[in-house]
């Protein structure tokens, strides 16, 4: 159980293009989702939190109009990556917090990643 | 001060051998102590969920939290090739809807 898939596993665009980045958990409901950037031999970074049917809050520094993202159902998050430009090629990875009503756990369960590298 | 402290490593070790990571932090708030395995290019896999001081086993893997000196450990024995990852700890809290403070890892290689 707790499996959450990332679609594409990578993809390379040109500079100027958007890209979208589907994460979807397989056999549980996420109310909340969240979207990290990992850089070469660098721990996750949380760019966005995302939770079903409201907008999503970002980190500091990062740039809500470049990074769209779209919670729209129970067990779908989108990033869209808009006007890609070289400087954000990264891993990017999102995870899942299991709810189960009052049990809510703390713990998130990772997607595989999408590697993103913009020409 | 980082939060959280990790060695990255690279730590290498023959198979077979016991493995100790550690990692320690300083915000006495934080209430879960998680750790996570991530290959190569792959998402991280939640290993270990423990939320009290003492020690957790599940297989091959024991963590082992002392919150009185905000120290946690993750012990693997009998270290098979396959166990070479990035181990990171991650701990979370106050809250279960709190946001998770990642260690930066440490690099793992167990030889033949």
């Known amino acids: 159980g707790a499996v959450v898939s990332q679609h594409p596993s990578w993809v390379i665009c040109k500079s100027g293009t958007s890209v979208k980045i589907e994460c979807r958990s397989l056999d549980f409901q996420a109310t909340t989702m969240f979207w990290y950037r990992q850089f070469p031999k660098q721990s996750l970074m949380l760019m966005a939190t995302?939770?079903?049917?409201?907008?999503?809050?970002?980190e500091q520094g990062v740039e809500k109009d470049k990074f769209l993202i779209n919670h729209a159902s129970l067990t779908l998050s989108t990033l869209t990556v808009t006007s890609a430009h070289p400087e954000d090629s990264s891993f990017y990875i999102c995870?899942?917090?299991?709810?189960?009503?009052?049990?809510?756990?703390?713990?998130?369960?990772f997607g595989p990643g999408t590697r993103l590298t913009v020409l | 001060q980082k939060e959280v402290e990790q060695d990255p490593g690279p730590l290498s070790v023959p198979e077979g051998a016991i493995v100790s990571l550690n990692c320690t932090y300083s915000?006495?708030?934080?209430?879960?102590f998680m750790w996570y395995r991530q290959y190569s290019r792959k998402g991280p896999e939640l290993l270990m969920y423990?939320?009290?001081?003492g020690n957790k086993e599940d297989g091959r893997f024991t963590a082992q939290v002392d919150k009185s000196s905000k120290y946690i450990s993750l012990f693997i024995r009998d270290s098979q090739p396959s166990d070479s990852a990035t181990y990171l700890c991650v701990l979370g809290g106050p809250g279960t809807a709190s946001k998770l403070t990642f260690g930066t890892g440490t690099r793992l290689q167990v030889t033949l």
């Open positions: 995302s939770n079903e049917g409201s907008k999503a809050t970002y």
């Open positions: 915000n006495s708030a934080f209430q879960y």
């Open positions: 423990t939320y009290s001081s």
């Open positions: 995870s899942a917090r299991v709810s189960r009503g009052a049990n809510l756990r703390n713990e998130q369960f």
